[in-house]
């Protein structure tokens, strides 16, 4: 028997999964983007839980799996990274919902991103009654109100359809 190498025809460079100018976006939007590859027949939902207040908590879920924890101090600065999120991944229903402990904060982020992202997405705002553990020392570094808005997330309430300003004049 006698063993040959046989040189392979060059094939097509495979296009990858992931392109270069993707690692320029944000962490956040990177792992989605990552999950979006991976999962299949999961629904294709981007939902973000906020817990409104002096410290304002944020989870963000998408095809199922939570893919950021966080929280901000800075009503502006939460709406910038929200519209960076629904801006960079593609879902077919967006749903934002937001607490309804502090509603003046939470009109005031419905407000902002209303005028500042220009895509239709949903809200709702929820009942966040008995979403706040009651354990001494357990907000450091704002764990509370991730957990929160992670249990906000997954409550129903109202939801209304937001249209952006282009559309509605």
Known sequence: MVLTTRKEAPTECKKPMLYEDIFEQHPTVIKGLMIQK?????????IIGIDPGQRIGLSIFYFGREIESSFNSSVEELVLHIITVLG?????????????????????????????????????????????LKIKNFNQRGKRDMLSAKYILQREGCRYFILPLSMTG
């Open 38 to 46: 991976l999962s299949l027949g999961y629904e294709e939902d981007l």
């Open 88 to 132: 960079g991944l593609r879902a077919k229903r967006k749903i934002v919902k937001i607490g309804n402990g502090n509603m003046n904060i939470a009109k005031e982020i419905v407000t902002m991103l209303n005028l500042r992202f220009c895509s239709s997405f949903e809200f709702e705002f929820v009942d966040e009654r008995k979403t706040s």
